[in-house]
């Protein structure tokens, strides 16, 4: 079975500067899916960025890119010019590639200083 | 604007009592999800659909059952309600087959059961 570990359960930074979260996996198939989901304080989950396994180009999208390192199965978030907004946690996820069921890591709760 | 919403948002209720949380979408997804968040797990999948009349276990799903007699709606029941299924519970929907991968997710409900 596939499994998800964020091993950072908080993490602070400035504003303006940059922090990256650790997620690591396992999982014995080729093909699949990555994602991180930032929970605000409204609760509401939102699609941060997703990496398909097949890809070695990582994903970036504006300030958030992804350190994919498909060999050592982790799946690290960069940050960049972190924002108040940014506040909140993240968590990482796997989907297998013919399958839509998401396995979510525990949780990183980023807190973002001024 | 296609949407999934959850109801009740706030639920408290006492042990033994049946609960039953509604899941409604409209963006038409054959897929649709239940999971639970707790402090320290993360989101745990407790039922899954893939289409009418289609219902799986998930990983946490004793004591929970779900049907699913149209595409919108996934309505979660707790047969007889236990302190330890107090929790925030949301609902996602996404189809892969047709092109959306991604999965939406609903604003959580939040039950607390004394």
């Known amino acids: 079975a596939q499994t998800v570990t964020q091993s950072q359960p908080e993490m602070s930074v400035q504003e303006a500067e940059t922090v990256t979260l650790s997620c690591t996996y396992d999982t014995s198939e080729s093909d699949y899916y990555l994602f991180w989901y930032k929970q605000p304080p409204s609760r509401q989950m939102i699609l941060v960025i997703r990496?398909?396994?097949?890809?070695?180009q990582n994903a970036t999208e504006n300030r958030f890119s992804v350190n994919f390192q498909k060999a050592a199965k982790s799946f690290s978030l960069k940050i960049s010019d972190s924002q108040l907004g940014d506040a909140a946690m993240y968590f990482c996820a796997y989907r297998s590639y013919n399958t839509d069921k998401l396995i979510f890591g525990t949780g990183t709760r980023l807190q973002v200083f001024p | 604007d296609a949407e999934i919403t959850q109801s009740p948002r706030h639920k408290i209720t006492e042990t033994g009592r049946q609960v039953t949380l509604a899941c409604h979408q409209t963006w038409n997804h054959n897929n649709m999800f239940w999971y639970r968040q707790d402090l320290g797990h993360g989101l745990r999948l407790i039922h899954y659909?893939?289409?009418?009349?289609?219902?799986n276990k998930g990983e946490v799903s004793d004591g929970y059952s779900v049907s699913r007699s149209n595409t919108e709606d996934l309505p979660l029941t707790l047969e007889s309600a236990a302190s330890s299924q107090t929790s925030v519970y949301f609902c996602a929907s996404s189809d892969r087959l047709a092109g959306t991968d991604t999965q939406y997710f609903g604003p959580g409900t939040r039950l607390t059961v004394l």
């Open positions: 990496q398909e396994a097949y890809k070695q």
């Open positions: 659909s893939y289409g009418v009349q289609d219902t």
